[in-house]
Structures are given as structure tokens and as C-alpha cells.
């Protein structure tokens, strides 16, 4: 889907904070969500949030929405090296359909 | 409970062979979906079905067909394979009204 973007990469030292970020076109989506891709497997719910909230906390994550902007943003605090994986912003629709960016890989590095 | 798992993990096809993916959910789940993922443009969603006996198009439907004869299975059939379908295939599912969509592992697929 086109009208969600993200990133492609994103390299980060073991322990900082990771950001990333993503933008979408259509305002109209409820729910707003990310998730995460290990390798040679499939896409895991990692968080979500609503449209009506600017901002969700789940442990070591941190999830900004500017509506304004149609800008969406997950923060990984404490990065670990499990957390390298490409990590997906997605939008809901109709039908609970999902539109998904293209990913954005994380590496952490020791 | 085994989730969603999808069969077969790999295949190989000549150009203009069929074949059939099968995805297989044991959450009782009403809605599943079958995405392909491409490098760097995410998933888009082939087709999606709401309930048994009933499937709809989604963002890429051309060259596949679909059918959900029982609620727990979403069949994804490739009749006349081309190399424009190599792709890894995602089945998901989710409960009506949920906004967690639960994931198989994936067929990655290869046509020559």
C-alpha cells in the first residue's frame, strides 16, 4: 500500500532507543498498529493504537500518533538484540483489512 | 492449539503449472486472508473472506482464486503460475471485530 511509508533501515547500538517512523495518507482508519517480522517467519502484533489517542505505553514501548500530520511512530527503549527484525506499520480498514508500508529492517548492533 | 500454519513451507513451479496453498486455523476464527509480501512493499492483501462460503477480492487479486469451504481452511489457488508470482504468501486470520490479525509462517514461492 502506497499511501503508507516507511523507512527502509534503521541501525542501532544495543541499548539506546530505536524510533521509527511512518506516515499514511488516509485519515479515516481507526485502529493503527505495528508490527513485527523475525526472520523466516510471519508478522507478530507487537502494539496498537486509536485513532482518538496521541500517544500508548506497553513496557518498552512507546507509540506517538500526530493526527495532524498522519505520522506514526514506535520508540523500542533499551533496545536488545532479539529486537532486530523488520517492523511494519500498518492501518486498518473496512472489513478489519490492513494496509501495510514496506517495513523497516532494525538492526541492532552489540 | 497450532495457530495458523500453512502448507506447503516451499515450492517450486515451471511457468503455467498450477497448484493450491493451503492455510489452516484452529482459533475458530471468522475472517482470513491471504497476503503476498514482496521486498520492500510490505504485504498486500490477494483475497480475504468473512466467513464460510463467502471470499472477496483484495489490493492484488489477479491470477488467484480462492475458496473457503469450511471455516477453518482458505484455500489460494494459482492456476496458470507466472514468474510475476514468486513471492512469499501469508495466510492470516482474526475474530470478527478483533484488530489482532494472527499470522502463518509462509509459503515462499518460486516460479521459472
Known amino acids: 500500500g502506497e499511501d503508507v511509508e516507511q523507512s527502509l533501515f534503521l541501525s542501532v547500538r544495543e541499548g539506546d532507543s530505536s524510533v521509527i517512523n511512518c506516515t499514511y495518507t488516509?485519515?479515516?482508519?481507526?485502529?493503527l498498529y505495528w508490527y513485527k517480522q523475525e526472520p523466516g517467519a510471519g508478522l507478530q502484533l507487537l502494539t496498537y493504537?486509536?485513532?482518538?489517542?496521541d500517544m500508548k505505553q506497553d513496557q518498552r514501548l512507546t507509540v506517538l500518533l500526530n493526527k495532524k500530520d498522519k505520522h506514526l511512530s514506535l520508540r523500542i527503549a533499551d533496545t536488545q538484540t532479539g529486537d532486530s527484525a523488520i517492523y511494519f506499520c500498518?492501518?486498518?480498514?473496512?472489513?478489519?483489512?490492513?494496509?501495510f508500508g514496506g517495513g523497516t529492517r532494525v538492526l541492532v548492533k552489540p | 492449539n497450532a495457530g495458523v500454519t500453512q502448507t506447503p513451507k516451499f515450492r517450486v513451479l515451471k511457468t503455467g503449472q498450477s497448484m493450491t496453498l493451503l492455510c489452516a486455523q484452529d482459533?475458530?476464527?471468522?475472517?482470513m486472508y491471504w497476503y503476498r509480501q514482496d521486498p520492500g512493499m510490505g504485504l498486500r492483501l490477494i483475497h480475504y473472506?468473512?466467513?464460510?462460503?463467502?471470499?472477496a477480492k483484495g489490493e492484488v487479486p489477479d491470477g488467484y482464486n480462492v475458496s473457503r469451504l469450511k471455516k477453518q481452511n482458505f484455500l489460494l489457488g494459482l492456476e496458470s503460475a507466472a514468474p510475476s508470482q514468486t513471492s512469499v504468501y501469508f495466510c492470516?486470520?482474526?475474530?470478527?471485530?478483533?484488530?489482532?490479525?494472527?499470522f502463518g509462517p509462509g509459503t515462499r514461492l518460486t516460479v521459472t
Open positions: 492470516a486470520s482474526t475474530l470478527a471485530g478483533s484488530y489482532e490479525q494472527y
Open positions: 488516509d485519515s479515516s482508519s481507526t485502529y
Open positions: 493504537i486509536f485513532s482518538n489517542m
Open positions: 500498518s492501518r486498518g480498514a473496512a472489513g478489519n483489512k490492513l494496509t
Open positions: 482459533m475458530n476464527h471468522e475472517y
Open positions: 473472506s468473512v466467513g464460510e462460503g463467502t471470499t
